[in-house]
C-alpha cells in the first residue's frame, strides 16, 4: 500500500505559477510516480510521470515546456512546478503511483492503482 497525499492548490491568475506537491509513504525506488488532472465531465488526463531515483520523466504534449516534474527522495515528494498557467489548465489535480521496474513511467492512468485525493488548480484570465 502507498499513501498519497497531494498538497499545494489553489488559484492563480493567467501567466502565473503555482507548485503542487504529493507526499509518498514508500521508499521502494521500483515505483513510478505522475500526476493527472480532471475537470468535471472529462476523462482523467495524464500531465507528467517520473521514475524516483533514475529521474526518467515524460510530459503531455499540451505541458511541455511550462510544467517540471521533480523529487524529493530525501522527503518523499514529487511536485509539479506549473509555469505560464493557463485557463485551460483548470482542473483538479491528482498524484498517482504503481509499483513497477519500467525505466520510463507512463503517463496512462490505468497504469497507476495508488491515487491521492487530489487538489484543486483554478487559473482565471
Known amino acids: 500500500q502507498v499513501q498519497l497525499v497531494e498538497a499545494g492548490g489553489g488559484s492563480v491568475l493567467a501567466g502565473g505559477s503555482l507548485r503542487v506537491s504529493c507526499t509518498y509513504s514508500?521508499?521502494?525506488?521500483?515505483?513510478?510516480m505522475a500526476w493527472f488532472r480532471q475537470t468535471p465531465g472529462k476523462e482523467r488526463e495524464g500531465v507528467a510521470s517520473?521514475?524516483?531515483?533514475?529521474?526518467?520523466?515524460s510530459y503531455a504534449d499540451s505541458v511541455k515546456g511550462r510544467f517540471t516534474i521533480s523529487q524529493d527522495l530525501a522527503t518523499h515528494t514529487m511536485y509539479l512546478e506549473m509555469t505560464s498557467l493557463k485557463p485551460e489548465d483548470t482542473a483538479m489535480y491528482y498524484c498517482?503511483?504503481?509499483?513497477?521496474?519500467?525505466?520510463?513511467?507512463?503517463?496512462?492512468?490505468?497504469?497507476?492503482?495508488?491515487w491521492g485525493s487530489g487538489t484543486q488548480v483554478t487559473v482565471s484570465s
Open positions: 514508500t521508499s521502494d525506488s521500483n515505483i513510478c
Open positions: 517520473v521514475k524516483p531515483g533514475v529521474r526518467s520523466t
Open positions: 498517482a503511483a504503481a509499483f513497477s521496474t519500467r525505466w520510463s513511467c507512463p503517463i496512462v492512468p490505468s497504469e497507476y492503482n495508488y
